[in-house]
């Protein structure tokens, strides 16, 4: 069923019927941006495991599946290929649209806007997706777009993220486990976040940026560099502070894989080489401990150099 507000549709001249973008329904016009024909109609039949709870208000329609003792509340909309893995709670006022599938045990609180179009200019309804893992959090207001063509179709999360109120994450973007996003952290299209990774509170990162994992991202930074494995970055824009020592204890790392990171760092960051001047000391430094290694492949990936 369709639950659709007649006298507010008839004022956008779409025809009457569930279907309301059907070929006969004006295009828009829209200066200095492309329009692409939305479709209210979505084929299928929801399955909805026996398990679930879901509010009488919540709409849900499209090829739906919801898993097993999955809590939608009031208001939800769920439309098109969307999958709800077990165990996940859906406050009100959240709306999903697909393709887009979500793992087991995620929390999404009030107002969430979750798989939808993308903002890039290009975008023109392609049928790209969206993949969320198991047992994130995402807080009030959080937007998560879908990929796009132009780059590699999909948008990824993995597991165990807390996504604090607001913050966004564009298309093609690729974000690993265990990430903290503060409130209003916003990262742009097709950037790339490793493991562990903390963005503080309205911090930002370009597109086609790259957080290395065990990185700490501080609050307000503006990142228009990559910031690789370990190493702290801060200001606008942003810049090396050092290495993530206390998330590295929080960790796990012994105290000879966080003395050969922070003797990485000085290589990189202290005797004034160049990238490729710095590879062969960091590949020996590598073959002694292993933690560096990952640093190593990051600095020799230099996608938009990394900062400075």
């Known amino acids: 069923m369709c639950l659709v507000d007649r006298a507010w549709a008839k004022q956008f001249s779409f025809p009457e019927g569930d279907n309301m973008a059907n070929e006969s329904a004006p295009k828009a016009e829209l200066t200095g941006c492309k329009a692409f024909p939305l479709s209210f ?47 996940c709670v859906i406050e009100p006022f959240c709306v999903f649209h697909g393709p887009s599938e979500i793992g087991a045990n995620n929390h999404f609180y009030q107002f969430c806007s979750i798989g939808e179009h993308c903002q890039d200019l290009k975008y023109l309804g392609e049928n790209t997706k969206l993949f969320i893992g198991d047992d994130n959090t995402f807080r009030e207001h959080c937007t998560v777009h879908r990929g796009t063509t132009q780059g590699i179709n999909e948008t990824r999360i993995g597991s165990h993220n807390l996504f604090m109120v607001n913050a966004h994450v564009a298309h093609d973007c690729v974000i690993g486990d265990h990430c903290i996003f503060a409130n209003n952290a916003t990262l742009a299209g097709h950037v790339t976040i490793g493991d562990y990774v903390i963005f503080g509170g309205l911090s930002a990162i370009h597109q086609f940026g790259r957080v290395g994992s065990h990185a700490f ?32 204890a929080r960790r796990g790392f012994t105290d000879s894989a966080v003395s050969a990171i922070k003797k990485a760092y000085m290589i990189i960051y202290h005797k004034h080489l160049t990238i490729e001047e710095a590879i062969p000391q960091l590949e ?25």
Request: aromatic share 4%; glycine share 12%.
């Open 217 to 248: 991202v501080a609050g307000m930074a503006a990142l228009n560099m990559d910031v690789p494995p370990y190493v702290m970055a801060a200001g606008h824009y942003a810049k090396p502070f050092g290495i993530n020592k206390v998330g590295l």
């Open 41 to 87: 109609d979505f084929p299928g039949e929801p399955q909805i495991a026996s398990s679930a709870t879901i509010a009488s208000s919540a709409i849900i329609r499209g090829n739906v599946k919801i898993g097993e003792n999955v809590v939608i509340r009031d208001h939800v909309i769920i439309e098109g290929e969307v999958t709800i893995g077990d165990g």
């Open 284 to 308: 020996e430094l590598a073959q002694k401990e292993s933690a560096v290694q990952p640093l190593l492949d990051f600095i020799k990936e230099n996608g938009r150099g990394i900062v400075r």
